[in-house]
């Protein structure tokens, strides 16, 4: 079995030689829009002018059941794309409302009816999540986080548990996975 310590040791080299990107380990910051997830260990890109040129891939974390998450920057949030779409006004009102519920089918609704353009742009990069999840045979997801006031959305695909003869292939799938995904996203 493996030493946590070395597992992040080759995870780290592998997406370093992916990405010509330093990540280091981490403690889970407070702001981590994931908290329920709980990662058992974390790494951050540790140079923000260095992720900026490789947005695709900024959090990785490992959960208690092996998988693996890898995250980009944030592609944007409800109270900007409101305030770009349909001013300062509506972009302060949104701060009020409760997203807990973003997923279910009548919430979206009805944010659909007051936030259309808003709506399709979530849309679109739902699609570009579906389609490069089939594409690569990864599972990748537009992550959504958030609650009151306001929903950050990014990518993450999901490394399902890996050895260490099969950690370097999947990690390389996910990344080129989320590359393109973000690559796509910066089209819509």
């Known amino acids: ?6 597992e992040i040791e080759t995870v780290q080299e592998i997406l370093s030689s992916l990405t010509a990107t330093k990540f280091e380990i981490t403690n889970v910051p ?3 829009r994931n908290r329920s997830l709980q990662p058992k260990w974390f790494l951050k890109c540790s140079d923000m002018k260095r992720a900026r040129v490789v947005p695709y891939l900024n959090e990785i974390w490992k959960q208690e059941n ?3 998450w890898l995250e980009s920057l944030p592609l944007g949030d409800t109270i900007d794309w409101i305030e770009v779409a349909y001013g300062e ?3 302060a009102a949104s701060i009020d409302v409760n997203y807990s519920e973003f997923d279910s089918k009548e919430f979206q ?3 659909d009816r007051e936030y259309p353009l808003v709506y399709q742009r979530i849309q679109r990069y739902e699609e570009v999540a579906d389609r490069v ?3 690569k045979k990864v ?3 537009l992550r959504k986080s958030g609650s009151k006031g306001i929903v950050v959305f990014t990518f993450a695909a999901k490394i399902a548990k890996a050895d260490s003869k099969t950690l370097a292939k999947k990690l390389g799938t996910g990344v080129d996975a989320l590359k ?3 690559a796509q996203a910066m089209q819509v």
């Not at 079995?1 to 070395?6: D, R």
């Open 89 to 91: 006004e509506s972009a």
């Open 1 to 6: 079995m493996v030493s946590t310590e070395k």
């Open 139 to 141: 599972h990748l997801n």
């Open 180 to 182: 393109e995904a973000y």
């Open 30 to 32: 407070d702001q981590f």
């Open 133 to 135: 999840s089939r594409e």
């Open 109 to 111: 609704a009805r944010f």
């Open 66 to 68: 092996g998988e693996i």
